[in-house]
C-alpha cells in the first residue's frame, strides 16, 4: 500500500470558488438551477490558468451541485461571488 495522496480520482468533497460579477453567465445560469433539484447536477471542469491564459490544471468534478452560494456586498468596491460546488468524485488531470 502507497501513503499519500495520489493523482487520479479523489473521494467527494466540497471545492470552493470565487469570481468578479459577469464572468461566466452559462456557469451562473447553472448555480441559479440548484434549488430546483430536476437536473442540478453535473460533470463540472475547473481550468486553472497561468498568466498568459493557458491552462495548467484542470479538476473534473462528478455529479457536482452547487451547494452555497453568496452573492457580492453590495457595499464593497470589488464584487466577488463565492460558489460552494458539492461533488462525488475529483479528477486532477
Do not use: C, H
Amino acid at each position: 500500500m502507497i501513503g499519500g495522496r495520489q493523482p487520479g480520482v479523489q473521494p467527494s468533497g466540497e471545492l470552493t470558488l470565487s469570481e468578479s460579477l459577469g464572468q461566466g453567465e452559462a456557469f451562473a445560469d447553472w448555480v441559479k438551477t440548484r434549488p430546483n433539484a430536476d437536473e442540478p447536477r453535473a460533470t463540472v471542469t475547473v481550468a486553472m490558468l497561468d498568466s498568459s491564459g493557458s491552462a495548467v490544471r484542470r479538476l473534473r468534478l462528478t455529479n457536482g451541485s452547487a451547494s452555497t452560494w453568496t452573492g457580492a456586498d453590495p457595499n464593497a468596491s470589488n464584487e466577488i461571488e463565492t460558489v460552494t460546488i458539492a461533488y462525488d468524485e475529483i479528477n486532477v488531470e
